[in-house]
C-alpha cells in the first residue's frame, strides 16, 4: 500500500497509530534539532517531525528535503506538544513522528511560491500552469467547480432530464461569433465548424422526442478576446419540450438557488429572483444586465428640458435623443478635476460629453449650487430636473445627453463605477434577476439589416408576429437571460418549431433561402416531422463559478485557460503543423 491515509485525515482520535503518508514538501522549517515538514496532498497539510535521536541517517534524509519534493513517510500519530496545536488546520492536532523517508522524486525549485497566496505575473502562472494550479487557490476553485457540475448532474437527473453528447465536429451554429473551422482531409477543401453551441443539436433532440436534455458543453467561439471570454467555454447546455419560458425559468432557478444554498456560504439579495423587462433595465439600469445589489438608478428627463433654452439637452430631444441622469450620493464636493475624469470615463462608452449639477441648499430649498449647464435654464425646469433625480444638498447630479443606446451604455456603466466609488456593492451578496421581453431583432448599423437580438431559432412574442411584416424593430422575442451581479449568465429562449415562421425569420435578416436552405437545411427539413414547442437556455459555467468563486475573470475557475491573446503558454498552441500534415490537409499557406 502506497499509504495508509491522505495528508488531511488524520485526527487526535489516531493517536498512536502507525501511518504511511506520501504527498508533495509543502514546507521544511529546522527548528532546535527537529526538522518540520508540512506534507500536502489534495485533502490537506499534515506535520511530520524527524528528531535526530529517533534516527541520525533519516534526520539528515530531511534536511536535503527542499519545498514541492514527493516523499513517502512512514511513522506514529502523536498529539501535538499542549501549546503547539494549529487550529486553522484540520490535522492541526497531532503530528506525525517520521521513522522512515523515501524521496520519491526531486523537484527543481519553482518559478513562484506554491505554499503562499502571493500575487504571481499571469503570464509566468499559465506558463506552468500544473504548478499553479497545486496552490491552494486554485485548489478551492476546481473544487467548487467540480461541486457545481454535479450538483447540476444530480438536480437535473432528478427532474428527468438526461444527458446527452453532440458532436464537436460539425457544421456552423452560428451564435454571432467566428467559427473555428476544422479542415476536412477526406473531404478536400470541406471543413468542419467546432460548434458555437449545441443549439441546433438540442432542438433536433426535442424534435427526436427525448423531452428534457442537458450537457455540460464544449462552446467554441473565435472572437477577440476582450475582459474575461475564452475560445472555448462551458455551458450547462438544456433544453426541454412543451413549456413556456415560466417552466425553464422555473427549473434554472430552482437549480440556481439549490447550487448557491448548498455549495457556498453566500448570501441571496432576493428570492424569486426579480423580473425585469427589457425596457424596464433599460430605463433603470442603462443596460440589460443590471447590477441590482445597490440602488443609484437613472432618470430621463428628456420631457422637463425638451424647450430649454440648453440646445445640447433640447437639441438632443428634438432629433430622436434622450437626456438621462444619475444622482451622484454625496459626491457635491467633487472638484472639477474629479468631474472630468468622471467625464473621460463616460467618453469611453461613446458620450460627448457630462453635463454635471451640484445640489445646494438654499433659503428655500435647493438649487443649483454648481453647475455646467443651469444657467441655460429656467428655474421651473433646475427644479424638475432636482425633483426628478431626488436631489438633496450635497448631491452631484450627472447627465449625458445622446441616443439613447449610448446614453444609456455611458451611464449604466457610470452607475457601477459610482456604486464601487460609493462602496454600495457588497461583495458577498448574490443579487440574481431575470430580464425578459427582448426586442426581438436589433438594427445592424453596420451592415443596414436586422440581426436577431438573440439568435436565428428563437421565437418571436406571438402577439407580436403580425409586427413582423409592418414594425419589425417593435416585435418581442420569448427571450430571457438570467443576471447575476451585472452579469448575464445565461441566456435562453422559446423556440420556433414551425418551418413557415422559420423561414420568415431567415428572410427578415436577410439570409436568402437558398442561404438558409444550404445552411440550416436539415433544421427546416426536421421541422415538418412532428416538431414539438420546445425552449432551453444555457447558463455559462465559468462565469458562475467565478461569480461564486470571488475572482475577478473566468481563467482563474479554469484548469487550462487560453491567454488573453488566445494562446497556451503551456504547451504553446497554437504551433505551426507539418508540410505533410497541411499536405493530407490540401492547405497551403500564404
Ligand atoms: N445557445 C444559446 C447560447 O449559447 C442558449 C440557448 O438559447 O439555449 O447562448
Known amino acids: 500500500m502506497f499509504r495508509t491515509h491522505t495528508c488531511g485525515q488524520l485526527r487526535a482520535k489516531d493517536n498512536g497509530q502507525q501511518v504511511t503518508l506520501a504527498g508533495w514538501v509543502h514546507r521544511r522549517r529546522d527548528h532546535g534539532g527537529l526538522i518540520f515538514i508540512d506534507l500536502r496532498d489534495r485533502w490537506g497539510l499534515t506535520q511530520i517531525v524527524f528528531d535526530p535521536s529517533t534516527s541520525a541517517e533519516m534526520h539528515d ?19 501535538r506538544p499542549a501549546g503547539q496545536e494549529n487550529p486553522k488546520l484540520d490535522t492541526g492536532d497531532i503530528e506525525v513522528e517520521g521513522q522512515s523517508l523515501t524521496i520519491l522524486n526531486e523537484a527543481k525549485t519553482p518559478p513562484f511560491d506554491i505554499n503562499k497566496d502571493s500575487t504571481v505575473d499571469e503570464a509566468l502562472r499559465l506558463r506552468y500552469r500544473y504548478l499553479d494550479l497545486r496552490r491552494e487557490r486554485m485548489q478551492r476553485n476546481l473544487m467548487l467547480r467540480h461541486n457545481v457540475v454535479m450538483h447540476i448532474r444530480n438536480f437535473l437527473a432528478n427532474e428527468d432530464f438526461i444527458e446527452v453528447e453532440t458532436p464537436i465536429l460539425f457544421k456552423t451554429t452560428p451564435e454571432g461569433a467566428r467559427d473555428y473551422l476544422v479542415p476536412s482531409r477526406v473531404h478536400p477543401g470541406k471543413f468542419y465548424a467546432l460548434p458555437q453551441s449545441p443549439q ?3 432542438q ?65 439579495q432576493a428570492k424569486p429572483f ?54 451622484a450620493k454625496g459626491l457635491g464636493h467633487y472638484s472639477r478635476k474629479q468631474i472630468d475624469e468622471l467625464t473621460e470615463f463616460v467618453k469611453e462608452f461613446g458620450a460627448k460629453g457630462l453635463a454635471y449639477l451640484v445640489v445646494g441648499q438654499g433659503e428655500n430649498g435647493s438649487f443649483a449650487e454648481r453647475s455646467s449647464f443651469a444657467k441655460f435654464l429656467s ?25 439613447p443606446g ?69 416585435a418581442r422575442g420569448k427571450q430571457y437571460d438570467l443576471v447575476l451581479n451585472g452579469n448575464e449568465v445565461a441566456g435562453g429562449s422559446i423556440r420556433i418549431h414551425e418551418r413557415k415562421l422559420q423561414e420568415k425569420v431567415f428572410d ?15 433544421m427546416l427539413e426536421a421541422f415538418e416531422y412532428g416538431t ?34 488566445a494562446t497556451d503558454l503551456m504547451a504553446g498552441a497554437p504551433t505551426d503543423v507539418t508540410e505533410q500534415q497541411l499536405k493530407d490537409l490540401h492547405i497551403k499557406l500564404r
Open 204 to 268: 433536433l433532440i426535442m424534435i427526436a422526442g427525448y423531452d428534457r436534455y442537458f450537457q455540460i458543453a464544449r462552446c467554441f467561439r473565435d472572437e477577440d478576446q476582450r475582459g474575461d471570454r475564452q475560445p472555448e467555454f462551458t455551458q450547462l447546455d438544456l433544453e426541454m419540450s412543451f413549456v413556456d419560458r415560466d417552466d425553464v425559468m422555473d427549473v434554472i432557478e430552482r437549480l440556481m438557488i439549490s447550487i448557491v444554498e448548498n455549495d457556498t456560504d453566500l448570501h441571496m
Open 61 to 79: 534524509a530531511a534536511h536535503a528535503l527542499r519545498n514541492e519534493y514527493v516523499i513517502q513517510v512512514t511513522g506514529r500519530v502523536r498529539h
Open 532 to 565: 414539438p414547442p420546445h425552449g432551453g437556455i444555457a447558463p455559462g459555467i465559468d462565469r458562475i463559478v467565478m461569480l461564486l468563486a470571488g475572482e475577478p475573470n473566468i481563467r482563474e475557475v479554469i484548469a487550462f485557460p487560453k491567454s488573453q491573446s
Open 508 to 522: 427578415l435578416i436577410g439570409l436568402e433561402l437558398e442561404e438558409a436552405r444550404e445552411r440550416f437545411g436539415h
Open 406 to 474: 449610448v446614453a444609456n451604455e455611458a451611464l449604466g456603466r457610470l452607475r457601477v463605477e459610482l456604486g464601487r466609488r460609493l462602496g454600495l456593492i457588497d461583495d458577498n451578496v448574490l443579487a440574481f434577476c431575470w430580464v425578459i421581453d427582448f426586442p426581438f431583432l436589433v438594427w445592424n448599423e453596420e451592415e443596414n439589416r436586422w440581426d436577431p437580438s438573440h439568435h436565428l431559432f428563437t421565437a418571436p412574442m406571438d402577439e407580436d408576429i403580425p409586427l413582423l411584416d409592418s414594425e419589425p424593430g417593435q
Open 200 to 202: 441546433q443539436l438540442k
Open 274 to 327: 426579480p423580473r425585469l423587462s427589457y425596457q424596464e433595465a433599460m430605463d433603470r439600469y442603462g443596460r440589460d444586465n443590471p447590477d441590482i445589489r445597490f440602488g443609484l438608478e437613472l432618470a430621463d428627463i428628456s420631457q422637463i428640458v425638451v424647450n430649454s433654452q440648453f440646445k445640447v439637452f433640447s437639441g438632443t430631444v428634438a432629433s430622436g435623443g434622450i437626456v438621462k441622469g444619475i444622482n
Open 379 to 403: 428655474p421651473d425646469e433646475v427644479d424638475g430636473i432636482i425633483a426628478e433625480l431626488e436631489g438633496e444638498p450635497g448631491d452631484l447630479l450627472l447627465f449625458v445627453a445622446d441616443k
